[in-house]
């Protein structure tokens, strides 16, 4: 059975696979940009237009994805801070409603990078096939 990662261990393996997969997508795309000079082929401007397209998707799922795991945080964030607030002789309440806050902001962050991950790591996949051609 696989072991469930939390939040800032899932955002931080996320992070390491889009700092290796963007560099080579951007890599990859600039010198199809360079090798077809001022004429390019048909193909050529249907990458360019793939990858407009694709950044204002990516951003737009970024942003949504960010948004709804924000709405869907607040009522245990609430429910941590009124607890630490409501019970402050109880030692560690204060400490465990700022490691709620952390896991929080790591699951909104982590719904942010995910979907421009995962469109980076399928291009640097796909444009690594279409290279090798």
Do not use: Y
Not at 5 to 22: G, M
């Amino acid at each position: 059975m696989p072991r469930r990662r939390n939040a800032s261990t899932r955002l931080a393996a996320d992070l390491v696979q889009l700092s290796v997969a963007a560099p080579q997508v951007v890599a990859t795309r600039l010198a199809g940009i360079a090798a077809a000079g001022a004429t390019p082929s048909a193909q050529d401007r249907a990458e360019l237009v793939r990858m407009t397209a694709e950044k204002a998707a990516a951003f737009q799922a970024s942003w949504w994805g960010m948004w709804g795991e924000a709405m869907r945080s607040q009522a245990a964030l609430a429910q941590a801070w009124s607890t630490a607030m409501l019970l402050p002789l109880s030692p560690g309440r204060t400490h465990d409603a700022a490691r709620a806050s952390m896991n929080v902001a790591a699951r909104v962050l982590g719904a942010g990078v995910a979907p421009v991950r995962r469109k980076a790591v399928a291009n640097a996949k796909r444009l690594a096939r279409r290279s090798r051609r």
